[in-house]
């Protein structure tokens, strides 16, 4: 029986999160690729919650590219 495998745990740290958000639209015959990308550096602060940072990053990358979705759903009727 081999021996049991220890859990690394990292010890890396995050100095900064970046997500894209990406949808491809078909409106009659016309394609559209729409993006949002972000970037955010995290400042050397023990009060900084990494997990709510991610999520307020994705939350604003999403609403870009629905918002651009909107706009070109618009403009197109």
């Known amino acids: 029986m081999p021996a049991p ?3 690394y745990k990292s010890k890396a740290i ?7 958000s990406r949808v491809s639209l078909k409106i009659g015959d016309s394609f559209y690729t729409l993006e949002a ?3 955010r ?3 050397e602060d023990k009060t900084i ?3 709510k940072e ?3 990053l994705w939350e ?18």
């Open 5 to 7: 495998k220890k859990e």
């Open 14 to 20: 995050t100095t900064s999160i970046k997500y894209t």
């Open 37 to 39: 990308c972000e970037e």
């Open 41 to 43: 550096h995290i400042p």
């Open 49 to 51: 919650i990494i997990e």
């Open 54 to 56: 991610r999520g307020l």
């Open 60 to 77: 604003e990358v999403n609403w870009q590219v629905d918002n651009q979705a909107e706009q070109i759903i618009k403009m197109s009727k």
